[in-house]
């Protein structure tokens, strides 16, 4: 993790999901190239509490799983603001998950945010694109 902190010492870190499994199953995705977006919700994103954490296009993040082991690092390359309800097919098959479809997107997604009690088809989400840039060394 030293040798990763030295290379991107402004990296900050980054986990997917909401719960351990899923925190593995997004970092593995992210790792293997199959994951190349993921998603917000703009006002969670957009309040204080998310100040100084603020996702940025350029700027790279460690990302880890649910045992705090970086498994890569990744670039911001585009982010997207749209509302729930405009997600398109193509960002829905960067997310990676599932069988990558703009229905499958739509059900997990309002599941997960649902959890967060932040959930409604006209709410502002941000749609994050990313590359995998490096990996830690073995």
Excluded at 34 to 50: G, R, V
Excluded at 72 to 101: N, P, Y
């Amino acid at each position: 993790m030293e040798l990763m902190k030295d290379k991107y010492p402004k990296a900050e870190r980054w986990v997917f999901g909401d719960s351990p499994a899923m925190n593995d199953e997004l970092a593995e995705l992210v790792a293997k190239g199959i994951k190349t977006a993921t998603t917000c919700s703009f006002n969670l994103y957009d309040s204080d509490e998310s100040e100084g954490d603020k996702i940025t296009v350029g700027n790279h993040y460690i990302v880890f799983d649910s045992k705090e082991r970086p498994i890569c690092v990744v670039r911001v390359i585009a982010m997207h603001l749209m509302q729930f309800s405009e997600m398109t097919t193509e960002l829905a098959w960067k997310e990676g998950e599932g069988d990558r479809s703009l229905l499958h997107w739509q059900a997990e997604h309002q599941r997960f945010f649902g959890r967060m009690g932040v959930f409604s088809p006209d709410m502002e989400i941000i749609v994050i694109e990313f590359k995998t840039v490096d990996f830690p060394p073995n």
